[in-house]
Structures are given as C-alpha cells and as structure tokens.
C-alpha cells in the first residue's frame, strides 16, 4: 500500500511540478499497450486537477521518433499538456511538433515503468536545477567546436558553430515546451556531417534490448556518420549493425550531444534517469530536425558513457563527470 501511494504522489507530481497542469486545462495521456497500467495512473491523479483529462491508446510503435496514428496526433493539437507514457518517445515526431505550435506543453516519459517511479529522481526540485541547465545550453549556442573526452576513450570533436543550445530541465510550462523527467540535461545538434572522432560507451544504450551496457560499444564517426561498431560482445555489434542499416542510412548521422544534470539520477538502463543522470554525456543519432538540427527520419537513438569530460571552445565545462567551476 505505502509503495502504491508513493506511485500516485509521483504520479501527480509530475503533473503538477513538471507539467504545469491547472484546473481549466486540456490534459492528453498518451500510452501503448504496454504501459496502458501506468497511463491510467496518470489519469486518475491528472482527473484530480483538470477535469478534462482523457486517456488514448495507441498501438506499440517500433522505435524512437516514429510517428503516431492520426487521429492522436489530431488529439494532440487540441491538448494543453500532452503526457506520453508511450514505450517509444514521441519527442522527435512531427506530430509533437505540430502539437507545440498549436500552444500544447509535452511531457516526453518513454519506457516509464512502475520502479521507476519510487525513484528518487523523478521528485527532485526539477525548477531549481534550471539555472545550471541554461548555462550549459548558453555554452553551446555561444560555442563554435566542442571536444568531448572520456576514461574509458572517448575522443571526439564536434561543429557546433550556428546551433542552438537546448535547455531541458525536465518541466514545461509555457506553449510548446518539451520536458522529459527525470531527465534533466542540455543539449545541441551538432553540424551535421563534420564530427569526427570515437565514441565508447560504458553506461547504457536507450533501448529495451540493450538497456546498461555489460560490455563496452566503440563508435567510429567519420564526417558525422557511424563507419564502424565494435565492441567485445558480439551480440551488441550484430544489434546495432542491424539497427543502423546500411552504411548511407540517416539513422548513422551524429545528431545529438547531451549533458546530463539531474543530480539524484544514477544510471539505470532506463533512458530517462540514464540521460540527465549528472557526471553522464550521451550522444544521439538520427532524427534532430526538431530539436535543432536538419536529418530528418524516423529514428533517434541515445548513447550514455560516463565520467566525461567536455570543452566548448577550449573552454573547460565538464571535467571527468564533474562541472567545472563556471557553475552556481
């Protein structure tokens, strides 16, 4: 009983801290099949604030940045705040984006699970973190070229000149903002086509099929593009070589680097709490054409390593997990 009440409180919470949902408005929970049980959580905690919230089904999507049905998306445009609970994210959609334009604020929650929330970051202070989540943004919207390093190899170097820095800090609360707690991070679309360098991940690949990562995954990227996946498992390279098709496809192309900044976040294998999860980078591909970019498919895929460090300009950000003395 006591672990079912703590999943309601978090329940509204989330709507009320993070979703800034008021009495008068529109509120859209989104699941699939499987997350249908936590969906209706969410609406009979959301039914205690705004009386006009309305669950939707849909059928299991594929992967990240897939579309959904039309007439979600056509729900979509008509809500004030849009929770999706769905498996997939919908962040990367053209339908979230119409929807933003239309005034809605979106909570991206994929892979939300009931363990996940009794964790301790999905209830931090998300307004209080904001500061710190806006300074990096700035760093990457003032920045030209970014270097990002790790202990276990990381070594790469992005453009970034022209790019807006993106500041998530995990709540919405004016039209079209997107928020997915608790993940709390900034982030930018690096020029497409110009990072350059190599890519170990130690931490978790944000996908139910791999989830925390038991062997290192070595990414080569040449002119934005993965050209090679190694890595000591087998099973891992089959994957992934898999997933990114043949060696042209736009799932390849370096799309995002991200900082995680929520300081109660540890890693998981779930993509929320492993990408805001303070001292981790995580880098995107495919799909940044909403956040920021221009490559535009059907696909986005997060890749977390940890105690990295970051440089922006040679300006020192991140050292080795920690941030370094620019911050509050």
């Known amino acids: 009983m006591k672990e079912n009440t703590q999943i ?17 408005e529109t509120c859209l929970i989104l699941c699939d099949p499987v997350t249908r ?3 209706e959580i969410f609406v009979a905690q959301g039914g205690k604030i705004a ?13 990240h940045g897939e579309e959904p049905p039309a007439a979600a998306a056509q729900a979509m445009a008509q809500a004030d705040l849009i929770v999706s609970l769905c498996q997939y994210s919908l962040a990367h959609s053209r339908a ?9 604020r979106f909570l991206s929650m994929p892979m939300y699970t009931m363990e996940l929330m009794s964790d301790p970051a999905v209830t931090v202070d998300y307004h209080a973190q904001q500061r710190t989540a806006q300074a990096v943004a700035d760093f990457f919207t003032q920045g030209s070229s970014a270097h990002v390093t790790s202990a276990a190899g990381t070594d790469i170097r992005l453009t970034i000149a022209g790019r807006t820095g993106n500041c998530c800090p995990g709540f919405v609360k004016e039209p079209g903002d997107l928020g997915s707690p608790p993940d709390i991070e900034a982030n930018v679309s690096p020029v497409e ?8 991940i130690d931490g978790s690949i944000t996908c139910p099929e791999i989830g925390l990562v038991t062997d290192p995954v070595r990414l080569q990227v040449e002119g934005g593009r993965i050209v090679e996946i190694s890595s000591p498992n087998p099973a891992y390279k089959e994957f992934l070589e898999k997933l990114f098709e043949d060696k042209d496809s736009k799932r390849r192309i370096l799309a995002e ?7 109660a976040a540890k890693l998981t294998g779930t993509m929320l709490t492993d990408e805001g999860a303070l001292g981790c980078l995580h880098f995107g591909f495919g799909s940044n054409h909403t956040v920021g970019g221009t490559n535009q498919v059907a696909f986005h895929l ?5 105690n990295a460090s970051l440089s922006i300009d040679g300006r020192e950000i991140i050292k080795d997990g920690v941030l370094a003395s620019w911050s509050a």
């Not at 009386?51 to 992967?63: D, H």
């Not at 086509?193 to 170990?200: A, F, K, P, W, Y």
């Open 37 to 39: 049980d936590i969906a």
């Open 257 to 263: 680097c991200g900082v995680g900044l929520n300081p």
């Open 8 to 24: 309601m409180e978090s329940a509204f919470y989330l709507l009320q801290h993070c979703g800034s949902l008021r009495a008068d």
């Open 302 to 306: 997060d890749f977390v390593f940890q």
């Open 193 to 200: 086509l110009e990072s350059n360098g190599v890519l170990v």
């Open 96 to 104: 979230r984006i119409d929807a933003g334009k239309e005034g809605a």
């Open 51 to 63: 009386p006009k919230t309305r669950l939707i089904e849909i059928a299991s999507l594929r992967m």
